[in-house]
């Protein structure tokens, strides 16, 4: 470095300014980064508003050097058409499921109210399939569901939409969405396990929905932990040893 100082090029005004710039414009890309990665509560609830988040702070602003516009406009190409069709529809279930986005204030009208529909048709699917989750989650006990009997079989598209499920559906969702929203910083499956008994017909759902990790980055880092215990050296552990080293690694916090 020293013997080749002079032919390195070195940062000028303009291109500490950019860089500067660029760091502020990519802190909600690392944020969203941070968020989802966590271990304890990855839930995939949180992909639609951290996108709608991301997706407005790109938005192009007059005070923008060439520099930043030109990466919000790559940003943006490169994150609006993630997750379209079935997939975005049930990123929207998770999210209309989750009680610390209650009033959805990330999103845009038209999102706000597909996410609204959405949650409305799943929790109409649960209560004309017996409480059966739209993921096929089994019951509160921990039992698969009930088998239909043959009249059910035959008869029961013909009253799977009655008025006295319509009336119980449409009233708990009613009940839900007057609910105040909860801290970002609480565990939204402890609320539903708590309020499970409140909602019978969304609580199965929310179970199925809140549970599915944001990413595979937890999983990931299973692996790395697995290959930091078994080593060269700790070759001969016994499978059953390895398994519970991993769990209290992942688990035990030690002060």
């Given amino acids: 470095m020293r013997q080749n100082a002079r032919n ?18 990519l802190n909600p890309l ?3 980064t941070t968020v989802l990665c966590e271990e304890k509560s990855p839930t995939v609830s949180l992909i639609v508003p951290l996108k709608s988040m991301i997706e407005q702070s790109m938005v192009p602003n007059d005070g923008d050097s060439p520099t930043v516009a030109d990466t919000k406009r790559a ?13 975005y529809n049930v990123l929207l279930e998770s999210t209309a499921l989750d009680p610390r986005f209650l009033t959805l204030p ?7 109210e597909k996410s609204t529909e959405r949650r409305e ?14 993921l096929g989650v089994e019951s509160e006990e921990g039992e698969p569901a009930s088998k239909k009997t043959a009249l059910e079989d035959l008869l029961g598209d013909s009253f799977s939409k009655t008025e006295k499920s319509s009336r119980g559906t449409e009233k708990e969702i009613d ?4 609910e105040a929203s909860i801290p970002l910083s609480c565990c939204p499956l402890k609320w539903w396990r708590e309020n499970r008994f409140k909602y019978p017909l969304l609580s199965p759902l929310a179970k199925a929905y809140l549970s599915i990790p944001a990413t595979s980055v937890p999983s990931e880092r299973v692996f790395s932990t697995a ?11 016994l499978p059953e ?3 519970m080293l991993i769990f209290l690694k992942k688990n035990m916090t030690i002060s």
């Fill in 75 to 87: 940003i943006l190409g490169n994150i609006s058409g993630r997750y379209s069709g079935d997939a």
């Fill in 175 to 178: 009940l839900y969405r007057r």
């Fill in 8 to 25: 390195i090029d070195t940062l000028d005004s303009s291109d500490i300014l950019n860089a500067e710039d660029l760091v502020k414009l």
């Fill in 30 to 32: 690392k944020t969203a």
């Fill in 121 to 134: 048709e799943a929790a109409a699917h649960c209560s004309t399939h017996g409480g059966e989750g739209a």
């Fill in 241 to 243: 040893m390895v398994d």
């Fill in 227 to 237: 290959g930091d215990i078994v080593t060269a050296q700790r070759s001969q552990l």
């Fill in 106 to 112: 990330q999103l845009d009208h038209n999102q706000r």
